[in-house]
């Protein structure tokens, strides 16, 4: 497993922008798989979007045009750019990570490292 740091989230206005960032600290092996989750409190864990190391990337639906995933394999970070904020959109983000999935895996199935979380508020 890494330790995950995020950073970037906060309070922004609906159809603006945030940038969320995530750096890990370890083993390079177990950052193949980076991703963003987003959760309210009573409610389920959503992947908001994923990227391997190859650059493959996973967008949800709710967010796809919206948000794009990036990802800095030499500095084993992974970054969420979100634009048109919706007020929907206020939530904990947390990033995630992961080594290299078995074959017939993919990546969400292979998440093991969390952060802690960061909260983003976006006001109508």
């Known amino acids: 497993q890494v330790d995950l740091m995020e950073s970037g989230g906060g309070s922004a206005q609906a159809g603006g922008s945030l940038r969320l960032s995530c750096v890990a600290s370890?083993?390079?092996?177990?950052?193949?798989?980076m991703a963003w989750f987003r959760q309210v409190p009573g409610k389920e864990r959503e992947a908001v979007a994923l990227v391997d190391s190859r650059g493959n990337t996973t967008i949800a639906d709710s967010v796809k045009g919206r948000f794009t995933i990036s990802k800095n394999n030499a500095e084993k970070s992974v970054y969420l750019e979100m634009n048109n904020l919706k007020p929907e959109d206020s939530d904990m983000y947390y990033c995630?990570?992961?080594?290299?999935?078995?074959?017939?895996?993919?990546?969400?199935?292979?998440?093991?490292?969390w952060g802690k979380g960061i909260l983003v508020t976006i006001s109508s």
């Open positions: 370890g083993y390079t092996y177990n950052t193949w798989c």
């Open positions: 995630a990570a992961g080594p290299p999935p078995y074959l017939g895996r993919q990546c969400v199935d292979e998440l093991a490292s």
